[in-house]
């Protein structure tokens, strides 16, 4: 789950009928243990400063109605998510490192995402969009402040500045959040970003599948500054050999799997899918819909072909198992994911990113909201894994064949709410980000999750099998 869609700026001016969004920088490109504290200070203010413009574009872009209203049962009117980054903020560096005084106790519980599901908030009293971003306003001058000062050191909560990066994945979670609202929010596009590139020459070519050998591997984290619980601590994992697939699965592919009758065939579906199937009268992915004899797709607004070669997205998790199923193949599972993202085999080490160590660039991964769709199947060679497979990380957050759990040694920090209380087989893991996913908050052992229910999500997947028997 993104933030509190885990059960899933200055004062604006204007809105513009069609917002085009921020790029996003990248993060700083030496070792972390390498950064003076000057340097540490000038990422973490370039990384809170990016989310906040992320935030602004998000919400500057329409009138205050569309900020107020809940345009889904399952989101959060966006003018509550705006405040809610600012109280969060608030409760975190303000208060708990800086011991300020509480700026508005009295909104604390409005925007307590424990307190108060998403189908209840618009009936709250929520701070008004002027007021919501005057008060987000405030608080960050504030926090700018308070980095200027602060010694990033000396407890957990400041090592390495832990709380100020938190705080900005924590935004930039949100932000993903409010896109979703926005592909979920009916009338004229508010949003625009350029195509992604198309596939390079060699997209065509490249082989189905790869074949990961059998062997141990580091899974996890014990050095990775920003790293939340659940990716913590890293630990060795000894997997089978096992087939992965390339690319993510297409739009096209998937369109086969629905002309064979996959959707009308229980054999396919866990029991569970099948029943959701039926009851949500589920045909095709979200958003999709037929005419003539195509498909056509909305889109932030926009109704257009769905692209062939594009992977398939908005798909639940029950949906891609039926695929992979009728595919004659599996999920792969979340350690499989990880292993054929990290590993490097003549090294014998685990890589922070599928291309090495240093941080995303353009040319290595779909991030930051820089397009508002995937690329075509086989873009970014430049982001490979060293086994050959491509684009692990952005484009489409890929579901995983494991429920979440936590790794061997887990401990709960800085609060149980990020992770705990939702270990357990009601949620599946979704690893590799997608194209709405910032670089601060998307690495090798980002962990995601949600219900297998959920379709909203900028979600899709790839399949994996055995290997062939000799």
């Known amino acids: 789950m993104i933030d509190d869609a885990r059960p899933t700026g200055a004062p604006a001016g204007a809105p513009s009928p069609a917002a085009a969004l921020p790029q996003t920088p990248p993060p700083a ?33 329409v009138e205050d109605p569309d900020l107020t209203a809940q345009h889904s049962p399952l989101m959060s009117p966006l003018v509550w998510d705006l405040a809610h980054i600012g109280n969060q903020e608030e409760l975190w560096l303000l208060r708990n490192i800086g011991g300020r005084d509480p700026m508005h106790p009295e909104i604390d519980p409005l925007y307590d995402a424990f307190e108060h599901p998403r189908a209840e908030r618009p009936s709250l009293p929520l701070l008004p969009p002027g007021e919501a971003r005057a ?7 504030r926090v700018l402040d308070l980095l200027a000062a602060s010694p990033l050191e000396g407890a957990p909560l400041l090592d390495a500045g832990f709380a100020f990066g938190m705080i900005a994945q924590h935004e930039q979670q949100h932000d993903e959040t409010m896109l979703i609202t926005h592909q979920l929010r009916r009338g004229e596009p508010a949003l625009a970003a350029p195509p992604p590139p198309p596939a ?17 591997f580091t899974m996890g984290t014990d050095t990775e500054p920003w790293a939340l619980d ?57 958003f999709w819909q037929r005419e003539g004899g195509g498909w056509l797709r909305r889109r932030f607004g926009l109704l257009e072909p769905v692209p062939e070669d594009e992977p398939v997205l908005h798909v639940s998790w029950y949906e891609a ?38 941080p995303p660039a353009a040319e290595h991964a779909n991030l930051g909201q820089r397009h508002l769709r995937p690329a075509p199947a086989g873009s970014y060679p430049a982001g490979e894994s060293a086994y050959g497979v491509r684009q692990l990380m952005g484009d489409v957050w890929e579901w995983t064949a494991s429920d979440f759990r936590p790794y061997p040694g887990f401990r709960a920090w800085p609060y149980r709410e990020y992770s705990e209380v939702f270990f357990g087989p009601e949620y599946k893991v979704l690893r590799g980000g997608c194209f709405a996913v910032a670089p601060v908050a998307c690495r090798g052992t980002f962990r995601n999750w949600d219900y297998p229910v959920r379709r909203q999500i900028f979600a899709g997947f790839r399949t994996a099998a055995d290997p062939e028997p000799r």
Do not use: M
């Open 29 to 61: 490109a030496v070792p972390w243990e390498n950064l003076s504290r000057e340097a540490l200070r000038e990422t973490i203010a370039t990384e809170l400063l990016t989310a906040r413009a992320r935030t602004a574009a998000l919400t500057d872009c």
């Open 135 to 141: 008060y987000a306003h405030d608080v960050r001058g």
């Open 200 to 216: 390079p020459a060699d997209a065509a070519a490249l082989p189905a599948e790869v074949l990961v050998p059998a062997g141990p």
């Open 230 to 286: 659940n990716e913590r601590p890293a630990h060795r994992v000894e997997l089978p050999a096992f087939r992965l697939d390339t690319t993510p699965v297409t739009n096209g592919a998937y369109q086969r799997f629905i002309a064979d009758g996959g959707y009308d065939d229980p054999r396919w579906w866990a029991p569970e899918g099948w029943q959701h199937r039926r009851q949500a009268g589920l045909s095709a992915p979200l």
């Open 321 to 358: 198992d039926a695929y992979a199923r009728w595919a004659g193949r599996r999920l792969p599972t979340e350690a499989e994911w990880e292993k054929a993202a990290r590993h490097d085999p003549a090294a014998d080490r685990s890589r922070r990113y599928p291309w090495g160590d240093q």
